[in-house]
Nanobody, 126 residues
Framework: QLPLVESGGGLVQAGDSLRLSCAAPSRRAFSSNAWGWFRQPPGKEREFVAGIGSDVAMTIYADFVGGRFTISRDNAKNTVYLQMHLMKPEDTAIYYC??????????????????WGQGTQVSVSS
């Protein structure tokens, strides 16, 4: 399975915004599938951040997002985005995107997703 490719990570200050992108291989379309973003903070387990379904109105978020992040998708580009605002130091993590090749409904557990990216580092300084 060709991996997804994340981009857009970097070092920002608390309160700043950042947009992550995740592109799928051109040979594999995910327009009918759900996507998700997960993250793994230093020394912690990987956790769910956000998910979007084949119906773009179907979005779910982790409680800690608190309205600060928005997940979106562009099927024409086979790409999903995670727009993050009002970032906090506790948002520091490696962020991973994932796609569920079997369902168009987003889930909160990593086992639902079978295509993954390599991860992109996001660091937020105080």
């Amino acid at each position: 399975q060709l991996p997804l490719v994340e981009s857009g990570g970097g070092l920002v200050q608390a309160g700043d915004s950042l947009r992550l992108s995740c592109a799928a291989p051109s040979r594999r379309a995910f327009s009918s599938n759900a996507w998700g973003w997960f993250r793994q903070p230093p020394g912690k387990e990987r956790e769910f951040v956000a998910g979007i379904g084949s119906d773009v109105a179907m979005t779910i978020y982790a409680d800690f997002v608190g309205g600060r992040f928005t997940i979106s998708r562009d099927n024409a580009k086979n790409t999903v985005y995670l727009q993050m605002h009002l970032m906090k130091p506790e948002d520091t993590a490696i962020y991973y995107c994932a796609a569920d090749s079997l369902s168009g409904v987003p889930g909160r557990t990593s086992s639902r997703y079978d295509f993954w990216g390599q991860g992109t580092q996001v660091s937020v300084s105080s």
